[in-house]
């Protein structure tokens, strides 16, 4: 997918049938009042992440909580984006994390601190001052990524990574974090099917387990912001398992 655009077309296969189901009794918040929101989509290898931002995206452009012809949407604006790489800067160090050009082993804790990097120049330079003006973002990975991988996976110290994660995001957590729950090793053959393997894809399937127990464990401590979907149906049974959880978080939101 086309990576920090806003989209401004409304395709023309949407999923219609939840969207019937959203409330129309809505406060007449402007988004100058409003702030805006950071939903962020994680999961192991190919769960299916950017697929279902962008048919979530789609789906929400045609809604009245974005839709520019509607009064008063909720939100400025939607905005998909993603880490490592959502800024210019970023994309630099995406490119160094997971096709770096030398054979130098990277350190764990090199591997770390990029990831961090990414992510504060990502915050300040971009989700922050676009919930600022009211935007909603879909964000592809965050700070759970780092501690499934740079955590559990490469079982780094968790108190120096939530250490790095508070300084690079200033204390920004996302609003709704819909994990996308799918068995590892059937994660791994989709995203494999798409051809050459990254650098992290390439870690063992022991490397792996440890990220998806990261993000059983995160999703068992933080029940309020993590929500479970069951990554492992078909793309549009995934995509109304999102809706579903969706509709309501709007709904509290836009009451709030
Ligand atoms: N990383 C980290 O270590 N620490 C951090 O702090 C952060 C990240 C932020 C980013 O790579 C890497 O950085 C990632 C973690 C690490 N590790 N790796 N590798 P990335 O962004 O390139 O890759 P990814 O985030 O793992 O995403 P992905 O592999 O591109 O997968 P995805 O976006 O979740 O899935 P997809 O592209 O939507 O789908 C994959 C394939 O499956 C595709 O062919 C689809 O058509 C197919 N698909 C999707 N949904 C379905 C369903 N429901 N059924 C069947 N087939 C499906």
Redesign the pocket.
Known sequence: MSRNTQFETVPEDLPKDLSEDLPRDLPRNSFEKQPGRLVVFE??????????IKAVHTWLMETHWLNNRQESPLFSQCVAT????GTGLGQQLRQL??HPASDEPLQDRT?LLL?AA??AQHVAGMLKPLLAQGALILC???TD??IA??GY?RQLDRPLIDQLNQIATGGLQSDLTLW?DLDVEL?LA??Q??GSR?R??QATIEFHHRVQQGFTDLAKTFPARIVRID?S???EQ?TQQIQTVLIDRLGKWAKE
Not at 43 to 52: A, Y
Not at 82 to 85: I, Q, S
């Open positions: 999961g192991v290898e190919g769960s299916g992440k950017t697929t279902q993603r880490e490592p790489g994390l997971l591997e990831y990414d992510r592809d990975r965050y990524s780092t991988y740079q996976g996308l994660g989709r995203a099917r798409r990254d992290i894809e990554a149906q078909p793309s995934v």
